[in-house]
């Protein structure tokens, strides 16, 4: 196992975890919570695996007390959790739903009582089915309600959260949510997709302006992008520029409104024969242009790419086994490899090179701001065996890219902290309950929590390094 240098991380560096809502809370019809895209599409047959729901999930609305008491067993100074907006605004706008609101207050408090920071998520992917059925993310006015709902939480709990997250992974969203449909609300419409992606930059710009003028001063805004570290499989010029194809509509079209208030060119010519970009109205990329005091990334497993050889429509295999478009709009003629070396159960290649890699990248790109790493983990076949889940294989992931972190460190660039994904066992969207992120294991039947030996690990590091 690598050993990861507690010296490589600096002062006040946050050890935490992080989940999302509709993953662990169940009590999907209590407290006044309105229906999501994720309620319908889990409930729509096909759709997941195994036919499994969130309806239930962890039960972490009513356990969230137990939860906490794990974080704090495990010494984490931070906690990264998202805000169901159906549990504040049950139809995506109109009067707030004060049971919801409730809900989170006292988690908070709870976490305050502990001594763990809150970070939080607005959205994790749970957008209200009613403003879906108006037209969801490619549709204008869903930016401009989740200002409005943005503005909501933060006047309530602004006091209390110094790290404020606008969305999760909108590259999810937008692509595997409308262009390849293999997540809520599974449509496959490659230029609802592209409005999407840019919609959800304006939500961000919106939320961010809205946040601002009701958090406290020293309060921080950040998002958290699944940054795609991409390879081309030779350094021949035709692999090279698959790459930079795929960069753009997998980086660039965040990347670009967020920090140069700007789309990528090349991305806007070449997805012109998908859309006229009419979405984008006079001002909106400066809207988008709303800076963040640190960059949220998630990172899992590397992208390997090439020009694509032959025939073929572009479209890949999904779990499932049936083939679905490629989410990656306009990169139709790029054929994505599966990289070398062990998987996790996600099928997604080990390599902690790809996450030195990306954090320097991202470096380069905007060396002014930091980093905060709001994901990063790995899903594996787990089993209790004698009350003991001996995952092993985890922490030899964790050990790797942590030490991958540590090295990105030292050559300059500025984290700030590690969130691993995930606290728990949970609802893994298509996946339903066949793959295990957590560092507690869930018995789905029973809601016994079993911490695994990768949590016993990440708490004995976390002690060394305030030790140090």
Not at 96 to 108: E, P, T, W
Not at 232 to 253: F, K, T
Request: aromatic share 10%.
């Amino acid at each position: 196992m690598t050993e990861v240098d507690v010296a490589a991380f600096p002062d006040g560096f946050l050890w935490g975890a992080a989940t999302a809502a509709y993953q662990i809370e169940g009590a999907v019809t209590e407290g006044g919570r309105g229906p999501s895209i994720w309620d319908t599409f889990s409930h729509t047959p096909g759709r997941v695996l195994a036919g499994d729901t969130g309806d239930v999930a962890d039960d972490h609305y009513h356990r969230w007390p137990e939860d906490l008491d794990l974080l704090q067993e495990l010494g984490v100074d931070a906690y990264r959790f998202s805000i169901a907006w159906p549990r504040i605004q049950p139809s995506g706008s109109g009067p707030v739903n004060h049971a919801g609101l409730d809900h989170y207050q006292r988690l908070v408090e709870g976490l305050l009582e502990r001594d763990i920071t809150p970070v939080v998520t607005l959205y994790h992917w749970d957008l209200p089915q009613a403003l879906e059925d108006a037209g969801g993310w490619p549709h204008r006015d869903t930016a401009e309600r989740f200002a409005e709902y943005a503005s909501i939480v933060g006047e309530v709990l602004g006091d209390r959260i110094g790290v404020w997250g606008t969305l999760n992974e909108p590259w999810c969203s937008a692509f595997l949510g409308y262009a390849s449909g293999v997540h809520a609300p599974g449509r496959t419409d490659r230029a609802a997709a592209l409005a999407a992606a840019h919609h959800l930059n304006l939500g961000h710009g919106l939320a961010s302006q809205a946040l601002r003028s009701v958090l406290p001063a020293g309060a921080q805004l950040t998002i958290a992008l699944n940054l795609h570290q991409i390879r081309p499989a030779s350094d021949a010029e035709e692999d090279l520029a698959a790459a930079h194809q795929v960069d753009d509509v997998g980086n660039g079209i965040f990347l670009g409104p967020l920090f140069d208030g700007a789309y990528p060119p090349t991305l806007l010519e070449r997805l012109r024969p998908v859309t006229d970009w009419a979405f984008v109205r006079d001002g909106d990329e400066a809207r988008c242009h709303a800076p963040v005091d640190v960059l949220g990334v998630n990172y899992y497993t590397p992208t390997l790419v090439r020009r694509r050889r032959g025939s073929g429509d572009g479209r890949v295999s999904h779990a499932h086994g049936e083939s679905r478009a490629t989410p990656f709009v306009g990169c139709e003629d790029v054929e994505f490899l599966q990289p070398p070396g062990d998987t996790t159960t996600m099928g997604w290649a080990i390599d902690a090179t790809g996450l030195e890699d990306l954090l320097l990248a991202v470096h380069h790109r905007v060396p002014d701001v930091p980093v905060l790493i709001t994901e990063n983990g790995a899903a594996f076949d787990d089993v209790v065996e004698d009350g003991r889940v001996r995952d092993t294989v985890r922490i030899d992931y964790l050990a790797d890219h942590l030490a991958a972190v540590g090295r990105a460190i030292e050559r300059g660039v500025d984290v700030r902290g590690y969130l691993l994904w995930s606290l728990l066992d949970n609802f893994e969207w298509s996946f339903g309950y066949a793959r295990r992120f957590g560092l507690v294991h869930v018995d789905y039947d029973t809601q016994t929590r079993t911490p695994k030996d990768s949590a016993w690990w990440y708490r004995d590091l976390i002690a060394r390094y305030r030790q140090r």
